[in-house]
């Protein structure tokens, strides 16, 4: 009996030979499919001043996409992590994975006193709530809630798809229970249908706290101030979800040159933090994508600048430093070299212990958020080098500052459907793959290395110059475990 064997195709190298895949893989569809599919999948060419990639528009009908929806953004990113708060997801059960903790958004505080982030709260639609509706029922919810928890700090209503199709009027609703128990009721329309991805929902929970939260706090300065004495260091960190711990990373960053952080959200984050937010100095944005908004409106309302920063990987992170001390006065300017400097012996031996074993290591990204772009500085400290990255659900101008991170030559996909994601690894053969948790066991039984990026592949922190450490050692991990000697994949 004889063995067959795979053969071995060549590695897809030059950008001609990344181009004819391109086209290679989309001769897969139908005719229409692949003209919309060409305009979201490219290879970049230096210089340009984009990725040449069209992004932020609706999957193709039938195509294994990575994208989640309005709700998810909202609740399960924006809103969920505001660990003070009780976020209700109203509608039916089924939506249950963003009704519930899913992204390690670590918090300090007692789970069912006064934080309630890893809790579940549903209305738990049944056909009736369908058929005459939910305002009655998302009431009483709000009352027992009241009742159940009285240490919580208000509540958001967070709509499923039913809500915006049966026309329940949560706005109503929330105003009049807001009243009723002397807290913030925040109404959120989040429904999943709304937009392309889940980006919408960022959208829609940034202009919920513009609308809902900012109002409050300018009425509270109007009667005497929010209770907190400002200072000229006052920053904010806005779209850190604190995922294994970053934001804490961050934050000891930020305060060891000076800075005091009063307010982070989501992660860690509390309703008091973001009304405090609309007096500081500075914003530091980490997510663009899911915080922009916010920020552009806090700069065009009270004046407040802001800038996105990088704390992955110790080059970055010297460069962010520096950008943000450059805010401020010479005293914090000279902190950040002293901290830079306290650090940088710290962030050569892990370069030297891990550099020679990642060297020459290729890596294919495919993340949403931020990562596709802030992580690639990681990977170049280590000597690693990316053949790819593309967003889930990301923006022109997500596209436009990926160029400042990626080399000629990479290849870039927008939106990537599970088919194409698969035959661009084939054809790249990658040492790793950075992606979510949706892809993680289809590389892994191809017996391919594989990091889970969402939320570190239950690791992290990943910020700051610790967490270079543990991202270091993780792919080290991923790459060097004697257990891929055991298993080939397919080109093998």
């Known amino acids: 009996m004889t063995t067959a064997t795979l053969p071995n195709p060549p590695t897809v190298e030059t950008n001609e030979e990344k181009k004819a895949l391109i086209q290679e893989v989309l001769e897969a569809y139908p005719e229409k499919a692949q003209k919309k599919r060409a305009k979201h999948l490219n290879v ?63 918090y300090i505080g007692t789970t069912g006193v006064d934080s309630f982030g890893t809790m579940q ?63 913030p009721v925040i109404p959120v329309r989040c429904e999943g249908f709304r937009g392309v991805s889940q980006s919408l929902g960022h959208h829609i929970a940034n202009d919920a ?45 930020l305060e060891e040159i000076g800075l005091r952080v009063v307010a982070q959200w989501s992660g860690d984050g509390t309703f008091n933090e973001m009304m405090l937010t609309t007096g500081v100095k500075l914003n530091l944005v980490h997510c663009y994508r899911s915080m922009n908004y916010i920020t552009r409106h806090m700069e065009e309302t009270y004046g407040i600048p ?6 992955f990987g110790p080059t970055k992170i010297a460069e962010s430093l520096r950008a943000i001390a450059a805010k401020f006065d010479e005293t914090i300017q000279a902190n950040a070299e002293a901290v830079i400097a306290k650090y940088e012996a710290q962030c050569q031996a892990v370069i030297d212990k891990f550099r020679p074993r990642l060297e020459g290591k290729t890596v294919a990204l495919m993340v949403g958020g931020l990562r596709p772009r802030h992580v690639v500085p990681a990977f170049y400290d280590l000597g690693m080098k990316l053949v790819g990255t593309g967003y889930e659900f990301g923006h022109n101008d997500d596209y436009k500052r990926t160029t400042n991170y990626v080399e000629d030559g990479t290849l870039i996909y927008d939106d990537v459907s599970a088919y194409e994601f698969e035959e661009f690894v084939k054809a790249l053969k990658p040492d790793l793959i950075a992606s979510g948790i949706k892809e ?7 017996a391919l290395p594989f990091r889970q990026m969402h939320s570190w592949d239950y690791s992290g922190p990943y910020h700051g110059y610790d967490g270079f450490a543990i991202f270091a050692r993780d792919m080290d991990l991923a790459l060097n475990s004697p257990t891929w000697a055991l298993i080939g994949a397919p080109w093998k």
């Open 306 to 311: 802001w800038l996105e920063y990088n704390f």
């Open 440 to 446: 993680k066991y289809v590389f892994q039984k191809m």
């Open 209 to 253: 706290i513009r609308d809902w939260v900012f109002p409050r706090a300018d009425k509270a300065k109007k009667e005497g101030g929010l209770g907190v004495e400002t200072t000229p260091y006052d920053v904010a960190i806005i779209g850190d979800y604190n995922i294994g711990g970053d934001a804490w990373s961050s934050r000891i960053l």
């Open 121 to 183: 709260f549903t209305s738990d639609f049944q056909e009736r709530d369908i058929v005459f509706g939910g305002d009655k029922k998302l009431a009483k919810l709000i009352e027992e809630i009241e009742v159940l928890f009285p240490l919580n700090q208000g509540v958001s209503v967070q709509s499923e798809c039913p809500i915006g199709l049966i026309g329940d009027d949560i706005e109503a609703v929330s105003k009049k229970a807001s009243k009723e128990i002397g807290k």
């Open 44 to 106: 970049y060419e230096e210089g340009k001043s984009d990725c040449g990639v069209k992004s932020n528009i609706k999957s193709v009908p039938g195509s294994m996409t990575t994208r989640g929806c309005a709700y998810a953004g909202s609740k399960g990113v924006v809103w969920g992590p505001i660990k003070d708060m009780v976020h209700i997801s109203h509608g039916p059960v089924g939506c249950g994975y963003y009704s519930w903790s899913g992204r390690r958004n670590y």
